[in-house]
């Protein structure tokens, strides 16, 4: 049975206000750069009374020009306050997403555990790129509008009741009236938007199976009984999609007779009020919150709250249902919380596949990466690379076996203990949109502006920091190349204080002058575990670990060399011809071989996917 519609937004509810309390530093921040947002809306009003009053109707018009003119100062100062909003909203949306889309996919990987050999539906990976990130812009617009809706309209209230208090009985009622009325009909809306969700999910799966079974429905001649089961589909779709359309009519009315009803009111009521006293400019001036301010925010915040709005309601209730846990960050760790006692990492005994009936990626696998360590991990691709990283942060859980941080199980230590004493950087560098400085302070946000410019130089992006305007610069992931991207990230994690860092093929988009300069700079801040994809990596390493299949081998290069035939087969092929100086690294993750008798032996390899 689907869940009601109160149910539904509960449950929205209660993961909004945990996340919100989770980030109350920029939840707070945002309240405060949100008063000097509101400047035009609270003075626009009252300045255009005085103008009229005290100049235009005067016969000063340099008066009223000059009243007018700090209307200009205030939009300066409401343009400032919302370039800083914005920022506000990225502390408390990013790590939001952050943290549900690793819900999803651990959830994801579960049920493909428990389920061996029964194909995941699209209806899963519908929920992690349509629903997640539909979640993510949904939250942030709600944000802004909704908090903009309440500072800009309490503003316009507070003017309207500093020149004529009589009218805010012509305008608040209706207002009110309004926002109720639009509070019922979003209940009506939160159903009608889940039977839009639901269609187009199935409309997915049932759009996936026709298309896997095309070869069978061709050959059965069933190509009306497809046709039909994905019409059916479609139609349900087409449906659910006509009847949230027609809500489209309830946020109109919401707006005249929240907005347009008041101004009616207070024009049909303008003889009356002016020979009580109200003067003509106090009148305009009322006019102008109604028409300028009130009326443009009430439309925006119904538009958004009715369309972002229900689809955030829904979606993220349905993936909270589906993942089976609160889609929240996890609280800091209280004062009973096991602590790691310095930052050794050890693998005892772990075992790892992917499914129960899965060959084992790890078996019975020991390993202990010590305090300053350097530590490269080789081997063929799809070996285990990757997985051996993620079980060291945490990321992974062994199904034997265990992991300890400084001693203590790394299940038992809650995420923000782990994250202080461990960083993983992955070969997808993720930047998102904001300044470059809350890029760099996204895993350390007390880190200062020398911290910053510190780390930029050790790693060699200060040319890249120049270009993008420095500290306070914007960026704009899409137009950063790859290797720029995960130079950001590196000087990010740079600057958290992990004492450990494990580079996943996060320096292949780098040239290995680059990537020389990055490595040696991480294994002196710390512990480093490198997976390589150049032979170089290898070779300035302390100790390489090779994974060959369900083996293992710890050494350093030159005694891997001298003991392991699948070594020097891997650094036959895998050389610093391959690499000179200065060229960029392999953007598509292939190491090119470099022996020239390739082409005409069949049997050998020409490329070599890393990791």
């Given at each position: 049975m689907s869940p009601d519609s109160g149910s539904t937004a509960r449950v929205a509810g209660r993961e909004t206000a945990a996340v919100l309390r989770r980030h109350r530093r920029a939840v707070g921040s945002l309240l405060a750069w949100s008063v000097p947002e509101a400047a035009p809306a609270m003075l626009t009003g009252f300045v255009v009374a005085r103008a009229v009053d005290d100049g235009f109707l005067a016969d000063r018009p340099w008066t009223g020009t000059a009243w007018l003119a700090l209307l200009v100062a205030a939009a300066v100062l409401g343009a400032w306050g919302a370039r800083n909003t914005h920022r506000a909203v990225a502390g408390v949306v990013e790590p939001f997403r952050d943290d549900l889309t690793r819900r999803v996919v651990a959830a994801g990987v579960t049920t493909a555990a428990r389920h061996a050999g029964t194909p995941a539906t699209d209806g899963a990976v519908a929920r992690l790129t349509n629903q997640v990130e539909g979640v993510r812009d949904s939250f942030a617009g709600l944000i802004l509008v909704s908090r903009g809706f309440v500072v800009t309209v309490l503003a316009a209230l507070l003017g309207t009741a500093s020149l004529a208090p009589s009218l805010l009985l012509l305008v608040a009622p209706p207002l009110l009236g309004s926002i109720v009325m639009f509070s019922v009909a979003l209940r009506r809306g939160v159903r009608r938007q889940r039977d839009f969700l639901y269609a187009g999910e199935q409309l997915a799966d049932r759009t996936a199976a026709v298309t896997a079974a095309a070869r069978d429905v061709a050959a059965c001649r069933a190509t009306e009984r497809a046709a039909r089961y994905a019409d059916e589909a479609i139609t349900a779709q087409a449906r659910a999609e006509r009847a949230l359309a027609r809500l489209a009519a309830v946020r109109s009315l919401t707006v005249a007779v929240g907005g347009w009803l008041p101004l009616l009111a207070v024009l049909a009521g303008a003889n009356w009020v002016t020979g009580r006293g109200l003067s003509t400019g106090a009148l305009i001036g009322v006019l102008t919150y109604l028409a300028q301010v009130v009326v443009p925010t009430l439309d925006m915040f119904v538009?958004?709250?009715?369309?972002?709005?229900?689809?955030?309601?829904?979606?993220?209730?349905?993936?909270?249902?589906?993942?089976?846990?609160?889609?929240?960050?996890?609280?800091?760790?209280?004062?009973?919380?096991?602590?790691?006692?310095?930052?050794?990492?050890?693998?005892?005994?772990?075992?790892?596949?992917?499914?129960?009936?899965?060959?084992?990626?790890?078996?019975?696998?020991?390993?202990?990466?010590?305090?300053?360590?350097?530590?490269?991990?080789?081997?063929?691709?799809?070996?285990?690379?990757?997985?051996?990283?993620?079980?060291?942060?945490?990321?992974?859980?062994?199904?034997?076996?265990?992991?300890?941080?400084?001693?203590?199980?790394?299940?038992?230590?809650?995420?923000?203990?782990?994250?202080?004493?461990?960083?993983?950087?992955?070969?997808?560098?993720?930047?998102?949109?904001?300044?470059?400085?809350?890029?760099?302070?996204?895993?350390?946000?007390?880190?200062?502006?020398?911290?910053?410019?510190?780390?930029?130089?050790?790693?060699?992006?200060?040319?890249?920091?120049?270009?993008?305007?420095?500290?306070?610069?914007?960026?704009?992931?899409?137009?950063?190349?790859?290797?720029?991207?995960?130079?950001?990230?590196?000087?990010?994690?740079?600057?958290?204080?992990?004492?450990?860092?494990?580079?996943?093929?996060?320096?292949?988009?780098?040239?290995?002058?680059?990537?020389?300069?990055?490595?040696?700079?991480?294994?002196?801040?710390?512990?480093?575990?490198?997976?390589?994809?150049?032979?170089?990596?290898?070779?300035?390493?302390?100790r390489v670990l090779l994974l060959d299949g369900d083996r293992a081998m710890l050494g350093d290069h030159r005694s891997l060399q001298a003991a392991s035939a699948r070594y020097r087969e891997m650094t036959g092929y895998w050389t610093a011809a391959s690499e000179p100086a200065g060229a960029p690294g392999p953007v598509d993750g292939v190491d090119p071989a470099v022996r020239a008798d390739l082409r005409r032996d069949a049997g050998q390899p020409v490329a070599h996917r890393t990791g």
């Open positions: 538009q958004t709250v009715g369309s972002a709005g229900l689809r955030f309601v829904i979606t993220l209730d349905r993936l909270v249902r589906r993942i089976g846990q609160r889609a929240t960050v996890a609280a800091d760790p209280g004062p009973s919380a096991r602590r790691p006692a310095g930052s050794r990492l050890e693998l005892r005994g772990v075992t790892f596949r992917y499914g129960a009936a899965a060959r084992p990626v790890l078996h019975d696998f020991d390993l202990t990466v010590y305090g300053y360590d350097h530590l490269a991990v080789v081997g063929p691709s799809g070996v285990g690379k990757s997985t051996l990283a993620g079980l060291l942060c945490g990321t992974i859980r062994p199904d034997d076996g265990e992991v300890l941080l400084g001693g203590v199980p790394i299940e038992e230590l809650e995420p923000a203990a782990r994250a202080r004493h461990r960083v993983l950087i992955p070969q997808e560098a993720y930047i998102f949109p904001g300044s470059v400085a809350d890029n760099l302070r996204y895993l350390n946000p007390g880190a200062g502006e020398q911290d910053l410019l510190a780390a930029v130089d050790v790693l060699g992006a200060g040319a890249l920091l120049e270009r993008l305007g420095g500290l306070g610069g914007e960026v704009r992931p899409r137009e950063l190349s790859a290797g720029e991207r995960q130079l950001l990230t590196l000087v990010r994690a740079y600057v958290a204080p992990a004492p450990v860092a494990v580079l996943d093929e996060a320096t292949c988009h780098l040239d290995p002058a680059a990537e020389e300069r990055v490595e040696r700079a991480f294994a002196a801040r710390g512990a480093l575990v490198v997976i390589a994809h150049r032979i170089s990596s290898a070779m300035r390493s302390r």
